[in-house]
């Protein structure tokens, strides 16, 4: 069974950015345990066994298929011996760059920690204090160094960090700069300054201050002329225990929220935070298996643009499209001015109270003014004569544009929207026969389930092409160049309906190799050629989004220009010739025909 069905190693969903030179991982590491890491399923998912490389504690997943001109070796697991860390492997690990790295809380700690321990043995100053500088200079160690070593001073007083410590007076009491009650020494504290409080109003202090957010991680003393700085270890000390939770939850956040290449992953409930390395595609996946635009943390929208991308969510969630709908559908009040729908009846209208104006629908003016003479209930003379000469052409010009403009942009946000919908079904379709359909299918053919890879990756496939083809309509809303949007809709056809036959095979024809109700079980014949129809589909498929992918990516600056096409036209209409459609030369330097749209 096994000879019969061998194991097909399918490449991951269309690259995220083109083949460059040397490859490039087109997902993220993670430091983990190799065997952690490796034997979920779902870890390898887009990514064949050829293109993992195992690095040191790292796991590199490269999203370069082509070979690297060596044959393949037969040996087994059993044949490889550890290896250490040598100085080729050290240059394997340059070479397979990462475009961004996912840090867990325990990282983050760990980077803090190394930190802050760093600038505690160079500046030779206690780990309070080192957590207090670090916090001020947004954890850079670099401007923090030159500032310190320039001028210590200078930095000592503008960040609240005495210099000296504090000693208690010798009196047996002191009083409370808060509560003003006397208290023993051992019942006070102080900020590293000479303002001491109780313990009680210290407590009160630093909660109030935590439960109003990260301005804790400033804390200075409660005198307002004082600026010493309250140190992490006498918030330890005084503070609740809930109160100590926080503010190292806030201390861990600070180190994310102060960088400018690292951000939080947007998923709900993710404690993750990925660092960008730079590459000019911000496409990035997280460990709970969400992926986002780390310039912009929406959700990966490749093809498009950041800027396109707020455009349109602002637009879809903004008052504009409302307000078009009442240019479109309403008319003013002559007398108050509110808007009024007509949807049914006579000409005749009665604005509602306490107006209760009645006008002419049509012409906007006094219905006393109107009877049989004007054209009844159902007509208006008036309007139509001032319409002949022009009076209202003006406003209804506007409503005919308003009502044009809400028509394309339904057109497109349906089409959005119901490919969003798509893309959310076919994803709960992945993860279903990952957890079920999958061994069911694997115990009725009697075939290991990692030779049946090539479905659930025909599934990441369409989860991708449908993320592509939604942003794909928020493109064409902005595209206003008629050439290029003529041909962008042939482009975008070409992969809907690649896209539309491999779904259909994926979530219909793969019935017929699994177990139904009338406990007919498929034949090994039925499973070979379903799955050579569904790889065939899911490669035909990628290699149509790659196109369209690239081609907006790049302006669709392989069509030419409206200008360019005119001028042309112009041209070779004043020697006679034919004009021809819009054509866009393709890589193999055939032209390609752009399909109009209807």
């Known amino acids: 069974m096994e000879d019969l069905l061998p194991s097909l190693s399918l490449s991951p969903p269309f690259p995220t950015t083109p083949p460059p030179q040397s490859p490039t991982p087109d997902r993220p590491y993670s430091r983990r345990s190799p065997p952690a890491a490796m034997d979920s399923d779902d870890e390898l998912l887009g990514a064949s066994d050829s293109e993992i490389v195992a690095v040191g504690d ?11 001109g060596e044959e393949e070796s037969d040996c087994g697991p059993d044949d490889y011996e550890p290896y250490e860390v040598t100085d080729e492997i ?4 340059e070479k397979y760059k990462q475009r961004y790295v996912i840090l867990t809380e325990k990282d983050i700690h760990e980077r803090q920690e190394e930190g802050i321990k760093r600038v505690s043995s160079v500046f030779s100053i206690p780990r309070e204090s080192a957590c207090i500088l670090l916090r001020q200079y947004k954890w850079n160690i670099s401007k923090l160094s030159d500032e310190w070593f320039a001028d210590e001073e200078r930095v000592r007083k503008s960040v609240g960090l005495p210099a000296n410590e504090v000693l208690l007076p010798d009196s047996q009491t002191l009083t ?3 509560c003003f009650e006397g208290y023993s020494t051992n019942a006070l504290s102080s900020a590293s300054c000479v303002h001491f409080y109780c313990h009680e109003c210290w407590e009160g202090y630093i909660s109030a201050s935590i439960n109003d957010g990260p301005g804790c991680l400033a804390l200075r003393c409660p005198e307002p002329s004082c600026s010493a700085m309250v140190l992490e270890e006498t918030i330890n000390r005084l503070a609740k225990d809930e109160d100590k939770v926080k503010y190292k939850q806030l201390l861990l956040r600070s180190y994310i929220e102060d960088s400018k290449k690292i951000k939080w992953c947007p998923a709900p409930d993710c404690t993750c935070a990925v660092e960008f390395l730079g590459d000019g595609n911000y496409d990035v996946s997280c460990m709970c298996r969400f992926s986002f635009c780390w310039n912009c943390t929406e959700e990966t929208h490749r093809p498009v643009s950041c800027e396109t991308v707020s455009k349109w969510i602002l637009k879809n969630s903004a008052e504009s499209e409302n307000v078009n709908w009442i240019i479109a559908n309403s008319k003013p009040c002559p007398k108050c001015k509110k808007p009024i729908e007509k949807n049914h009846g006579c000409m005749h209208m009665t604005c509602r109270p306490p107006c209760n104006y009645q006008f002419c629908w049509l012409c906007l003016g006094p219905w006393s003014e109107h009877g049989s003479t004007t054209g009844g209930n ?18 209804e010009a506007k409503r005919e544009q308003a009502k044009n403009s809400i028509m394309r942009y339904t057109h497109y946000y349906e089409r959005w929207v ?8 076919a994803q709960a379709d992945l993860q279903k026969f990952d957890t079920k359909n999958l061994a069911e299918l694997s115990d009725v053919l009697g075939t290991p389930e990692s030779q049946l890879k090539f479905i659930p990756e025909a599934w990441s496939q369409i989860v991708e092409c449908r993320r592509v083809l939604q942003w794909t309509y928020a493109y064409g809303y902005y595209l206003e160049d008629k050439v290029k949007s003529e041909f962008f809709v042939y482009l975008q056809g070409e992969a809907e309906s690649g896209l539309e036959r491999l779904h259909k095979c994926a979530e219909k024809d793969i019935h017929a190799v699994l177990p139904n109700a009338n406990n007919l079980s498929p034949t090994l014949k039925d499973f070979i050629e379903f799955r050579v ?3 065939d589909l899911t490669r035909v498929t990628r290699t149509f989004f790659e196109n369209l992918v690239r081609a907006l990516e790049e302006g669709l600056e392989d069509v030419r220009g409206t200008d360019q096409s005119t001028s042309k036209k112009r041209s070779k209409n004043n020697t006679g010739a034919s004009c021809k459609k819009p054509s866009a030369r393709s890589k193999s330097g055939r032209n390609k025909v752009a399909r109009t749209s209807r």
């Open 533 to 535: 129809k569904l790889v």
């Open 418 to 425: 119901s490919n969003q919908k798509s893309r959310q079904k």
């Open 378 to 395: 159902n007509a208006c003379n008036r309007y139509e004569s001032a319409k002949e000469q022009g009076l209202f052409d003006e406003a």
């Open 58 to 68: 790292y796991y590199y997943i490269s999203s370069d298929t082509e070979s690297s």
């Open 176 to 178: 409370c700069g808060i």
């Open 90 to 93: 050290a240059s394997m690990r």
